[in-house]
């Protein structure tokens, strides 16, 4: 997994009449998936949405806020303030230093080591994982809930568990459970299920427009089984239809 310098060095301000379409020409090039899913308009949203963050971090150099872009599709909308990426959160809010370049370099390290250690150099972790999801399904938690869906996530995608470790584990568990019931989710296969999206996807994807069917079919009538049922095939589809996709490009 590279994001490669010259990527985050192209521009020098957002405020230039330039910055916006380059920004977006950037993403599309480097992201097809990602823009294949969102289309024009929402590459467009994902760079408005990366000036106005990055902004709450006093981040405004568009080399910096191309970086804070990148990290959105790549680890999710809401990466900031994301419970599984803490250094996310570390390396913006560092009191150390005021100087945004200093930080975006720190978080720009920082994503690296991760995206190496979690997703694989080639994507090889992910890839497996994904693969994984499709070919032998998780089931539904059996047993006492906590344990049995910690022993669900190790198996879905061991090198994210070894990140998180157990202690964080049964974290994204307690946030997911409570998440999940805000929208009326309180079964152990509807709420397997949300936690599993958490872990795979980010904690925000039921918020993040990569994932608009998520919020779809959270939101749709029916029954909580049927919800559920409509998530979990939303989620599939998705699934199936990104990994038929080129990743050509992608950083």
Known sequence: ???????????????????????VQHLKASFPRHGAFLGDAGVIGVVRYAVEQAGQYGIAKAQNVQLFADLTLLLGRFFDSDPQLPWAAAALNDSETTCQNRRSQRLHGEAMAYLNRVR??????????????????????????GPAVLMQLQRMFPEKYLELGEAGARLLIAGGVERAARYGIETPRGRLLYIGLMYLLGAGFDRDPLFAWAGEALASGGTEAERVSRLHEFAVTYLKQWRALPARGQA
């Open 120 to 145: 694989g150099t080639k994507n090889e972790f992910i890839d497996k994982a994904q693969e994984r999801l499709l070919t032998d399904p998780v089931a539904p938690a059996c047993g006492e809930f």
């Open 1 to 23: 997994m590279i994001i490669r310098q010259q990527q985050i060095d192209t521009f020098e301000d957002t405020g230039s009449p330039h910055f916006e379409p380059r920004a």
